[in-house]
């Protein structure tokens, strides 16, 4: 865009070409301009949404785990607790754990909401069902 310009400014003030080929030269320019500005402000409007898009994922993240934490609370309280009371050693068999585990799961759906819960935690169901359980430790543990 600068050469042209220019080659307008140069061409004016030389004679060669009429000021009108100058002023032709510019109005063209100004539409490539134009058309510029509106392909930035495009992505900046797409640019903004993505960060709507990353706060509503984050909140979907949240209340997946939550929902998962729900489910952990929920087992312990009603089926873990029972258990470990009712064992001699106070710990659960393997196949109790695996139950409590598949239990603390269904219950986690229930309360998610209609939350996809794989897909909201990027397909960590299982790990954030060992944070939980973990944290859910620690504080019997206080």
Do not use: C
Not at 15 to 35: C, K
Not at 104 to 112: D, E, G, I, R
Not at 116 to 128: H, K, R, T
Not at 132 to 138: E, I, S
Request: glycine share 6%; aromatic share 8%.
């Amino acid at each position: 865009m600068f050469e042209v310009v220019m080659l307008a400014a140069i061409a004016a003030v030389d004679g060669s070409a009429p000021l009108d080929m100058a002023e032709d030269a510019i109005v063209n320019n100004s539409i490539y301009l134009e058309s510029i500005l509106g392909v930035l402000a495009l992505a900046w409007t797409l640019f903004r949404s993505s960060e709507w898009w990353k706060g509503r994922k984050d909140s979907l993240y949240y209340k997946a785990v939550m929902a998962v934490e729900a489910g952990v609370e929920h087992t312990y309280r009603n089926y873990v607790r029972q258990l470990k009371l009712d064992a001699q050693d106070g710990r659960l068999t393997d196949q109790e754990r695996a139950k409590a585990r598949e239990l603390a799961k269904h219950v986690a759906l229930q309360y998610s909401g209609g939350i996809n819960l794989m897909n909201a935690l990027n397909g960590q169901l299982d790990l954030e069902l060992e944070k939980a359980v973990r944290r859910l430790k620690n504080q019997e543990a206080e």
